[in-house]
Every structure is written in C-alpha cells, then in structure tokens.
C-alpha cells in the first residue's frame, strides 16, 4: 500500500512507538508504579494510561485538531492520579507534554527523528526502565 493513507499510517506507527518510549523514560510515572509494585494489576494500570494517552491524541487526529501541551499535562496528571494515586510535584508532567506535542508535530509532517532517536537512546540502554519491564518493553 503506498500513497497518503501508507504515509498517515506510518506516521500514526511512529507516533504511537515514540510515546510508548516517551511514558516508558519517564522517570515520575516509574517512581509511581515502584511505589505500587506490591498492588495487583500494576500492567493492567499502566495499560490503561497508555490506552488514554493513545486514545486522547487519535481523537485529536480525527477531530482535525493538534494537542496543546497544557491540555497533555492536565490529561497526564488526571490518569496518575486515577490509576496510581500519584500527585507530581517536580514538573515532568509539562515536560512529557511538550515531548509528546512535539512529536505529534514532527510525525504528522513525517519527520520521525525524535522518535528514531528515542528508540536508538533505548536500543543502547541496559534493560530499560521498571515501566517497560513490567510490560516487557525493552
């Protein structure tokens, strides 16, 4: 399949692999699930936020819109709080906002060096962060 709907669903591939690298190095979301460690259905928790994440940005493709960073950060911190009861104090959640605007942005214009990037930093890493071993993402 080649055309615009080939180059729509590759962008949408690269997209959705550089968030599940983007929420798998964030360092306040493992500190949340070390803290849980002990609950039952920690994965089921965390497949729940990554299914959020993923939803709320395939919406904003549909709807024809583009994320607001602010809009991101305000989403992030409602799910830590649901699913992990976790309130963030050191900023990361604005930070992992921006990254994940910005790489919407670069995947939609079908710019994947932010992402290809992000996956060689973790081809290189040893073993991953206790967010991808708990779902076996390495």
Not at 40 to 57: I, N
Not at 111 to 135: L, P, W
Request: hydrophobic letters at 35%; a negative charge.
């Amino acid at each position: 399949m080649s055309g615009p709907a080939a180059g729509k669903r590759q962008n949408k591939e690269a997209f959705f692999a550089g968030l599940d690298l983007i929420l798998g190095k964030w360092e306040s979301l493992e500190e949340a699930m070390e803290q849980q460690r002990t609950g039952y259905r920690m994965r089921d928790k965390y497949d729940k936020l990554e299914d959020e994440v993923f939803f709320y940005f395939d919406a904003l493709v549909r709807n024809h819109q583009v994320p607001n960073s602010l809009d991101v950060m305000i989403m992030l911190v409602d799910i830590l709080d649901r699913y992990f009861d976790a309130m963030l104090e050191d900023g990361s959640d604005m930070d992992v906002a921006s990254d994940m605007c910005r790489l919407f942005d670069e995947c939609n214009m079908g710019n994947y060096a932010t992402e290809d990037g992000m996956a060689g930093e973790q081809d290189q890493s040893s073993g991953g962060s206790a967010a991808q071993q708990s779902h076996g993402r390495v």
